[in-house]
T-cell receptor, first 114, second 114 residues
């Protein structure tokens, strides 16, 4: 039982490049989400999903796409990287969206856009 | 609108001293409140939630609806408590809420000196 696995751990991109941050969980969690963590800003929700085939926007969705074709995977795509997207990205999942279901976080991906 | 405010970006105490990390929230309904912790080089994890009324690692937090606060307290801080602490609020299925998403504060970096 690996929990929430994020890859890669580190990534450097040039402005305009695209890439996909991978997130997988093996806990059969329905709810998955992506956050970005910036100094002094806390964690801000980018996109989330309440089940396979269902995604929705969070607080800061611009410049990112997601899909949820399976329960296990929730990749985050950067369409055309910008320096403002330099951040640490966390994937998190929970069994459900109820309050009794805590979020389980991945180890994060540190992305630098030059 | 839901908002979580952690007024202290940094907090330092000496080992054995009491510590209180402040969290205030703004929410029109009945919130679910949580404290998450991120130790150095570890993933973000749930510390405690108000509905459980539990004490974890000596920490407690009481929801004060009159003051709209959920401060985290520990009577005797330990060096291993040094970490980043995030207060988070989960809304319900009411207006303006996004399917029970979690709203995070900006975090408080706690340092416990020996």
């Amino acid at each position: 039982n690996a929990g929430v696995t994020q890859t890669p751990k580190f990534q450097v991109l040039k402005t305009g490049q695209s890439m996909t941050l991978q997130c997988a969980q093996d806990m059969n969690h329905e709810y998955m989400s992506w956050y970005r963590q910036d100094p002094g800003m806390g964690l801000r929700l980018i996109h989330y999903s309440v089940g396979a085939g269902i995604t929705d926007q969070g607080e800061v969705p611009n410049g990112y796409n997601v899909s949820r074709s399976t329960t296990e995977d929730f990749p985050l795509r950067l369409l055309s990287a910008a320096p403002s997207q330099t951040s640490v990205y966390f994937c998190a999942s929970s069994y459900s969206i109820s309050s009794s279901s805590p979020l389980h976080f991945g180890n994060g991906t540190r992305l630098t856009v030059t | 609108a839901q908002r979580v405010t952690q007024p202290e970006k940094l907090l330092s105490v000496f080992k054995g001293a009491p510590v209180e990390l402040k969290c205030n929230y703004s929410y029109s309904g009945s919130p679910e409140l949580f404290w998450y912790v991120q130790y150095s080089r570890q993933r973000l994890q749930l510390l405690l939630r108000h509905i459980s009324r539990e004490s974890i690692k000596g920490f407690t937090a009481d929801l004060n609806k009159g003051e709209t606060s959920f401060h985290l307290k520990k009577p005797f801080a330990q060096e291993e408590d040094s970490a980043m602490y995030y207060c988070a609020l989960r809304g319900g299925w009411d207006r303006g809420s996004t399917l029970g998403r979690l709203y995070f504060g900006r975090g408080t970096q706690l340092t416990v000196w020996p």
